[in-house]
């Protein structure tokens, strides 16, 4: 792990605008930076940076953060890969602790490219690859290569000096009752890539009739083939720039989609969709289409990706190819314009899993009509209310029911998020908040003085604050220029100010108000006189 000290070194060396401005164009604007939002389309700039700060804010989308999370964002990384990539910018050397042994790699590449070498001498695989209508520059793109017999994988892994245990931590060997095998014997290799272009595994298909046509590298602690998106690292800055991403089941559907044009391809790894799936999925907030197989186990696939995706509020839907069909076969038919049409006339998931329920039952029959709507009802409840509503009439027109008999939830329980008011603006009740975000030692001067109910304008801000000083919501507050942060005795002042008004508008309810005993409403009355007099006097109660 990078140590705590390093990543506070690396913070301090690092300059906002330098950063930022290697990605977006800046202009500025008084003491600050504009640019338009890189995560949002917009044409009037309302992205702001703060170089006194070291933030960033939109006031149109409420993105903000620092460097790091500008990075992490934009260039889609975890939280340390982020910080190696700045600190490669930054010229910054990062310090690690010291029971931390940094990946080696080594034993993985060089076999990979031992692979791709060998691939071009043996003409059976080669010719099993154009026959199948892979060119010559898709097998040199995704590093296509061929996987010959486990001596002589052994045998190059030790003349070259690589490391056996790492080989084997990877799952390229193991160990059986005759020594060192290789995993991979006389097939054709993919190699699979992590999301920050590292490789993991390989996917190897046989040559020689094996009874397992296609294998994975095994699980190990880097290779996880219910996380991992064969083709994610070639595909990725085009599933960026499209906003749409196209899942499919297998390696050569991927390779000849990208061949044809559809940069935006990956496959799942022999598995179905999962949950470990969903934050590569999520990167971009891509539109996601699942282009499976129509056999029995392609439907089943997409049936539990339509309810998966539907379920996470993912947009996009299915296409289903033809049974004994699939991408690749229509990439080599040449039916490319066929193809891009079928990728504009998706099939929304949750139509697909209604569609999907309803067939496997006969509706035709009372019982099973039943047994369809309790299915379809169990599924409906996964969904937000408003997708429920959206769907009960569709629901209700495939089985020939009633509407009311569709389930709908009353309400999902999610809230909005709070943000700032800045429609309505008190920059002096504003300031106090900022106050209280910089400086937080000033907090007691003010809670033991003053509630939420002192403020006019805002009270939600005040008691957001309060809730939750981390807000991503309150982060514009803090490069707004025009908004100030006091002093303590500037604070104390604006608190006399917001504290006097408050206290004469109580004694003037008080004094009209008729149903209090009047004893009771004579000592509240000098209760509060006296408090405005001290107020007036300069001293906080």
Request: hydrophobic share 40%.
């Amino acid at each position: 792990m990078i140590t705590k000290n390093s990543i506070e070194n690396l913070k301090n060396n690092l300059d906002i605008v330098d950063i930022l401005s290697q990605f977006l164009q800046l202009k500025k604007s008084g003491a600050n930076f504009k640019a338009c939002c890189p995560f949002h389309g917009e044409k009037t700039p309302s992205f702001v940076i703060s170089p006194a700060k070291q933030i960033y804010h939109c006031f149109g989308c409420g993105v903000g953060g620092d460097s790091i999370k500008f990075v992490m964002e934009y260039e889609k990384l975890s939280y340390p890969e982020a910080l190696e990539k700045l600190a490669g910018m930054a010229n910054f050397t990062l310090d690690y602790d010291d029971n931390y042994k940094k990946q080696d790699y080594s034993s993985i590449e060089k076999l990979n490219e031992y692979y791709q070498k060998l691939l071009v001498s043996n003409d059976t695989a080669y010719k099993y690859l154009i026959d199948r209508g892979i060119s010559s520059f898709s097998i040199e793109k995704f590093e296509i290569g061929f996987a010959p017999t486990s001596n002589d994988t052994i045998n190059f892994l030790k003349s070259s000096f690589l490391n056996l245990a790492d080989a084997q931590e990877f799952g390229l060997i193991d160990t059986g009752q005759n020594g060192l095998y290789a995993r991979f014997i006389d097939r054709i290799t993919f190699p699979i890539y992590t999301l920050n272009s590292k490789i993991v595994g390989f996917g190897g298909r046989t040559i020689s009739g094996h009874n397992a046509k296609y294998i994975n590298s095994p699980q190990t602690k880097l290779f996880n083939k219910s996380r991992l998106l064969y083709g994610y690292n070639i595909a990725k800055e085009n599933i960026y720039e499209e906003k749409q991403i196209i899942i499919t089941e297998g390696y050569l559907d991927v390779i000849m989609l990208h061949q044809a044009g559809f940069n935006n391809a990956v496959a799942t790894l022999g598995t179905a969709l999962t949950a470990d799936h969903l934050p590569s999925l999520n990167r971009g907030e891509p539109e996601v289409i699942v282009a499976y197989d129509g056999d029995k186990a392609g439907l089943n696939a997409a049936f539990k990706a339509s309810t998966l995706l539907s379920h996470n509020n993912f947009e996009g839907g299915v296409i289903i190819f033809g049974e004994g069909y699939d991408p690749a076969d229509m990439v080599k038919e040449g039916k490319i314009e066929e193809l891009n049409s079928m990728f504009k006339k998706l099939k929304p998931f949750v139509e697909y899993a209604i569609d999907f329920l309803i067939e496997t039952f006969d509706i035709n029959i009372p019982s099973q009509k039943q047994k369809a709507l309790i299915e379809i009802n169990n599924y409906l409840k996964t969904l937000t209310p408003i997708m429920q509503q959206e769907y009960a009439p569709y629901v209700a027109s495939r089985l020939k029911i009633n509407t009311n008999l569709v389930s709908v939830s009353a309400s999902s329980g999610i809230q909005a998020p709070k943000q700032v008011n800045l429609a309505q603006v008190d920059i002096a009740e504003l300031s106090v908040i900022k106050t209280l975000l910089e400086n937080h030692h000033l907090l007691d001067i003010v809670l033991k003085t003053i509630s939420e109910e002192i403020f006019q304008t805002h009270k939600e801000e005040f008691k957001l604050f309060l809730d939750d000083k981390n807000n991503p919501s309150l982060r514009g507050l803090l490069i707004q220029n025009e908004v100030k942060v006091y002093n303590q005795e500037e604070l104390e002042n604006q608190l006399l100010f917001m504290l006097i008004p408050y206290y004469t508008k109580n004694l003037q309810y008080l004094i009209t108000n008729k149903e209090i005993n009047p004893k009771e409403k004579f000592r509240l009355i000098r209760e509060l006189k006296d408090k405005i007099a001290m107020l007036k006097k300069g001293k906080l109660i």
